[in-house]
């Protein structure tokens, strides 16, 4: 079993977990959301490269500039940013390659299925992203899998309510 052993090892694996979570949730929250909505597919497409590109730089940014705040505030004076870039291109890269899997589907597979199997392989990714931390943790497998699951369901869930909602309330045909 693998163990952390300082901080640093700690906000890698945070920034890890939290680029994958919120880019898995996301981008097929809001996939699935414009999949309802009945966009077409291209349009659908475009959307998620857009969301994944913007979101990844916004995420590690934001990394970046979080860690520097919290260095600030601990040690009440400026911090030297290769102490907070690490984190941030974790961040970036595990946002960036996550947001692919609820997009892939849209992309080689036919219109009739892609929303189901980019629902399936987020939801299956999730799981295994639990799986992970808790094997690296040392907690429950089963129980860290199936909250990370659970708790990104609930994401692609409200994806789905939106997009049909908002089609409905705009009566949008596109």
Same mark, same amino acid.
């Given at each position: 079993m693998?163990?952390?052993?300082d901080?640093?090892?700690?906000?890698l694996?945070?920034?890890f977990?939290f680029?994958?979570?919120?880019?898995l949730s996301?981008?097929?929250?809001?996939?699935?959301?414009?999949?309802?909505?009945?966009?077409?597919?291209?349009?659908i497409?475009?959307t998620g490269?857009i969301?994944i590109?913007i979101?990844?730089?916004?995420?590690?940014?934001g990394?970046?500039l979080?860690?520097?705040?919290v260095?600030q505030?601990q040690?009440?004076?400026?911090?030297a940013?290769?102490n907070?870039?690490p984190?941030?291109?974790i961040m970036?890269?595990?946002?960036l390659?996550?947001?692919?899997i609820?997009?892939?589907p849209?992309i080689?597979?036919?219109?009739?299925?892609?929303?189901?199997l980019? =629902?399936? &392989?987020?939801l299956? #990714?999730?799981?295994? $992203?639990g799986? +992970?931390? *808790?094997?690296?943790?040392?907690?429950?497998?089963?129980?860290n899998?199936l909250?990370?699951?659970?708790l990104g369901?609930?994401v =692609?869930? &409200?994806?789905?309510? #939106?997009?049909?909602? $908002?089609q409905? +309330?705009? *009566?949008?045909?596109?």
């Amino acid at each position: 079993m693998f163990r952390l052993k300082d901080s640093r090892s700690a906000s890698l694996v945070r920034n890890f977990t939290f680029g994958v979570e919120d880019s898995l949730s996301s981008s097929v929250g809001l996939l699935t959301g414009v999949a309802s909505a009945q966009m077409s597919t291209p349009a659908i497409i475009t959307t998620g490269l857009i969301l994944i590109f913007i979101e990844a730089l916004s995420m590690g940014i934001g990394s970046f500039l979080s860690d520097q705040s919290v260095g600030q505030y601990q040690l009440h004076h400026d911090i030297a940013s290769k102490n907070s870039l690490p984190g941030a291109v974790i961040m970036f890269f595990s946002y960036l390659g996550s947001g692919f899997i609820p997009l892939f589907p849209y992309i080689f597979f036919p219109r009739s299925i892609a929303l189901s199997l980019s =629902v399936s &392989f987020s939801l299956a #990714a999730l799981f295994l $992203l639990g799986y +992970l931390n *808790a094997y690296i943790s040392g907690t429950s497998l089963f129980k860290n899998s199936l909250r990370m699951l659970v708790l990104g369901g609930v994401v =692609v869930a &409200f994806g789905i309510l #939106a997009g049909n909602y $908002l089609q409905t +309330l705009l *009566a949008f045909t596109p």
